[in-house]
Nanobody
Framework: QVQLVESGGGLVQAGGSLRLSCAAS????????MAWFRQAPGKEREFVAR????????VYTDSVKGRFTISRDNAKNMVYLQMNSLEPEDTAIYYC????????????????????WGQGTQVTVSS
């Protein structure tokens, strides 16, 4: 029903920036909230950021607040994650995800809340 494809990952030095992109399919894209998750080596997948269908509401995990910005362009079926002041701890595979529904959750955001996922894009931050 929904296909997501991430791009924009790469290798950067600490303090640098990257912008990740997620291309989405589906006529109802603009009705869905979108989220970014990441999974570091040896760790479980964790929530990074979420944006509402309208783009007016955003949520970030504490470790990226003030450094990362999630945005979307519904006309282009695109979601972005601008990552500034990158740290080695940000090294992970980053995934784009959507619930595929107009409903939203509150509180802790978990991978199990999401049905549709992209293939992931690698972000590596060196010291």
């Amino acid at each position: 029903q929904v296909q997501l494809v991430e791009s924009g990952g790469g290798l950067v030095q600490a303090g640098g920036s990257l912008r990740l992109s997620c291309a989405a399919s589906g006529r109802a894209f603009s009705s869905y909230s979108m989220a970014w998750f990441r999974q570091a080596p040896g760790k479980e997948r964790e929530f990074v950021a979420r944006i509402s269908w309208s783009g007016l509401s955003t949520v970030y995990t504490d470790s990226v607040k003030g450094r990362f910005t999630i945005s979307r362009d519904n006309a282009k079926n695109m979601v972005y994650l601008q990552m500034n002041s990158l740290e080695p701890e940000d090294t992970a595979i980053y995934y784009c995800a959507t619930r595929g529904t107009t409903t939203e959750t509150t509180g802790i955001i978990l991978p199990s809340d999401y049905r549709y996922w992209g293939q992931g894009t690698q972000v590596t931050v060196s010291s």
